[in-house]
Structure formats: C-alpha cells, structure tokens
C-alpha cells in the first residue's frame, strides 16, 4: 500500500543569507556570553533567539514581537535548516522575546558586547579603519512624554516642535559605512556634549591610534577638539560663528590678502578623468589652548578659509539679479504715472532711493559676496 505523499511549500526569501550573515558575525555567541540567563532556561537560547528574531526584522521590516510566531510557524523547516534543528514555535513566543528585551535593556553589559561585536567584525573582515563619521538626529513621535522615558520636548531638526522626539548620536566607519557603537538618547540634548561621549566608545571598539574624526559644525566646540587632539587622534570640522566670529574672520582675511599670500586651488578628478579647481583656499595656522580635565593642552591647528567656485558663481548670479531688480525700481522712481506721488526735491529722491536700496539689501550682498567671494 503506497504512503501518501506530503509535501510542504515555504517561502525561503533572504531567510538563509540573513541567518548565515549574523552567524558569521558572532552575534548569538557574543549575546550568549555578554547576557547570561537562568541556569533553568529550556529551548534556545538567547542569542539564537535574538538573531532568527531579527530575520523578520530585516526581512519584513516589520519589528512587532506579536507576528513573529506567526511567521515562523509559516517558515519552520526553513529556519530549523538553517539555524537550530530543535527550534519550536513556543521559542519565538511573545514571553521569549520580551524576555530578550529585558535583557538587552542593561546599558553595561550592552555597551561590552558592542565593543566587542565591532572589534569581532573589523578582525574578520580585515578591515584598515583610518576615517570615522559622527553625526546626530532625531526621531519624531506622537508618544507621550514620560520622565524615565526617551521622549521629550527639544530642538526638532524636522521642524516639528509640537512633538517629542529621541536622539541618535551615531558613528560610522568611513567609506565602507558600517555602524560603529550608537547612543540612543531623550530628545531634550543638545548635540555638542555627545561627540565626546560618542568617540570614547569608538575608541574602546576599535583600539587603533590616530583615527580620523569627521562631524559638522558641532563637534567644533573646543572640548571637544582637545579630546580628540589629546589622544593623537584627528579631526576635520567647520568652525561656527561661536569658535570663529565674523568680526574675527574679517580681520585674518584681510591679513591673509595684505600678505599676498597665493590662493591654493582644491581640484577634483571628474568621471572624464579631467581635473577640474572645484575651490580656492587660504592656509593658516592657529595656536590652540584649552583646559581638559583641569590639564593644560596646548597645540597648533589647521585652518582653510576655503572659497567654494559653485558657492562663489550663485552669489554673483543672484547679486547681480538683484542689483538689476534695484536698479529698475530706482529708475521707476522719477517715472510720472497716475496717482504716483511727485518728488519734488532731491532729499526726497535721495530718500527714496536710499529706502529702495535698504529694501533689496544691495549694500550688504556688495560687501559679503563681492568682497569675500567674488575676488578671492
């Protein structure tokens, strides 16, 4: 008598390429020794729950703990091919995972296996970092705010004062992107105390010397530089208004220009193979001294007053724009029409023409884009 036949369709997807990525990568190990359970616990166990949790995360992009049983009873021959033969749909139950949130939630032991994760995976890749990127953003919410939660009230960099928001301080090692240590914060912060922070744990991670640091304008604040300066690191930043006043500007402009120092081209290699000045720069040198820790540091910094051609072209495009919009409008000053008021005498033409002036703001566009990038 013949048996009958069962056969059973799955949907395989990206399921084994996930699953082999994250075993490569140490995850359920690292997870096992960095947060241990109860000695009772049955089933897998945390680690490999954590990182066939996370294949529907990134498959379905969908992070609800209720559809990952559903998913998994779809996908079980699969999964259990491709991780733990005894996997069982209880393993990935709502309880399991909330269980592994519980765990996660330990700041100490979280920061260790991140340290360690990064290192694992810069060892096997073999991977030379020499430039990390540090940058900060928020997240918007419609949740409530909570005094032990992350949500909370600040600057909203998506224009959205109304709703609270948390903050991501995230580093990245440069040009391959990949993640290095996050913090994730309440929403209230400013950026500039995070960089610090953010660049102690990258160094901890990677444990190599000298590494470029690259941020915005943020991480110019001066403790910053010092930290990074003091522990034979580097940093490129632009430097704001508050490290470098416009008043202050000026003036080495201007000392820069009367020692007829010569303009530095800044070329780029196009697609065409053809190398083309992108910007002009003066160099100088500035001497640096800041207070770290109650420690005197002392040292000499770079600095680029750089004068972009792109930047320099638009200014004088919608200069020139303007002065012909003001110089139309004066000239339809002693234009007679109907209903027109007269000016009778010259105060009253100068006066119109000087009102007409300050409306289209010529004097100050002539000042900052002809005299800082027209003639640079």
Sequence with gaps: MNEPLTILTE???????????????GIARLLDEHFPTHGNREGLSLGE?????????????????????????????TLRGCSDVTLQ?????????????????????????????TGHLVRVYDLKPSCVRLDSTTASSYGAVSEDGLLWLGHSKDHRPDLPQLKVMLATLDPLGMKL??????????????YVPAITRVRASLHTPGLLYVGDCKMAALDTRASIQAAGDFYPCPLSAQQVSAEQLARELAALRASRQPLIAVERTQADGQTRCIAQDYEESETIMAQLEGVSCTWTERRLLVCSQAAARAAETALRARLGQAQTEVAELVVRRQGKSVLSDRAAVEQAVAETVAHFRVAELLTVTVGEQLTA
Excluded: C, K, Y
């Design 181 to 194: 240590p996050t913090e994730v914060l309440s929403g209230e912060r400013a950026d500039d105390p995070l």
């Design 89 to 117: 749909v209880r393993d990935l139950g709502d309880d399991r995972l909330a269980n592994v949130l519980r765990h996660l939630s330990d700041e100490e032991r979280w920061r260790a296996f991140e340290q360690e994760l």
């Design 49 to 77: 729950v954590t990182t066939i949790w996370l294949t529907p995360v990134l498959s379905e992009a969908d992070h609800r703990m209720n559809r990952v049983q559903p998913w998994a009873e779809r996908r079980l021959e």
């Design 11 to 25: 949907r395989v997807d990206d399921i084994p390429l996930l699953l082999a990525q994250m075993q490569r990568m």
